[in-house]
Every structure is written in C-alpha cells, then in structure tokens.
Nanobody
C-alpha cells in the first residue's frame, strides 16, 4: 500500500497560481503512475491530470489543459500540480492518487478513479472572484 500526503492548497484570487505537492511513501514511487482528482462541494469527483511513472507521459482534463501542469520528482517521492490562471470553478478538494498495482498497464483508463488504489486525504483550493 502507498501512503500519500498532499499540501499546498489555500485561498487565491482568480488569475492567481498555486502549486500542490503530494509526497508518497510505502512503495517505490518510481514504479507507478500517479493522478490528480478534485471534488467540488455537491459534485462528483473528477479527473484533473495524470503522469506516467517516468514523467514522460501526461494527460489532462480539457477544463485544465493549458493552465495546469503535473510533474514528478522520483528522487524526492513527490508529485506536483502547478495551477496557473485559476478560476473560481477550480475551487475543490484536490487529491493525488497512485496506481501502485499497475492497473493502467493492463488497460485501465488514467482518468478513471477506479484505476487508482491509494489516495491522499486531499488539500483544499479556494479561488475567489
């Protein structure tokens, strides 16, 4: 099992930026893909971004493409989400998730929550207008 701890959330004005971090422990971080999801109040959890184990491949939800960038530092067991040009509709709890069993390698979709077996507790992001 993988333990994940997010940080970096907070309150920011529209147009501002935040960088979220997710520190992993338990299994070799460099061995598995990672994802970011968010859940706004009263809404279902939605996919934000995902990154391959080596950081070469990334994919994003259309709603954040061009504004958000995910990256990872395997030497530091850390995943990042750089969020720029934030909008009020980006307000949500952001969680990182690990595909530590390699479900994506067997055809599971990166944008599906069911692909991921380990989740962080989430960090709140509030964007004011």
């Amino acid at each position: 099992q993988v333990q994940l701890v997010e940080s970096g959330g907070g309150l920011v004005q529209a147009g501002g930026s935040l960088r979220l971090s997710c520190v992993a422990s338990g299994r070799t971080f460099a061995n598995y893909h990672m994802g970011w999801f968010r859940q706004a109040p009263g809404k279902e959890r939605e996919f934000v971004a995902a990154i391959s184990w080596n950081g070469i491949l990334t994919t994003y939800a259309d709603s954040v493409k061009g504004r958000f960038t995910t990256s990872r530092d395997n030497a530091k067991n850390t995943l990042y989400l750089q969020m720029n040009s934030l909008k009020p509709e980006d307000t949500a709890v952001y969680s990182c998730a690990a595909d530590s069993y390699g479900a994506a390698s067997y055809g599971a979709y990166w944008n599906s929550p069911t692909t991921y077996d380990s989740w962080g507790q989430g960090t709140h992001v509030t964007v004011s207008s």
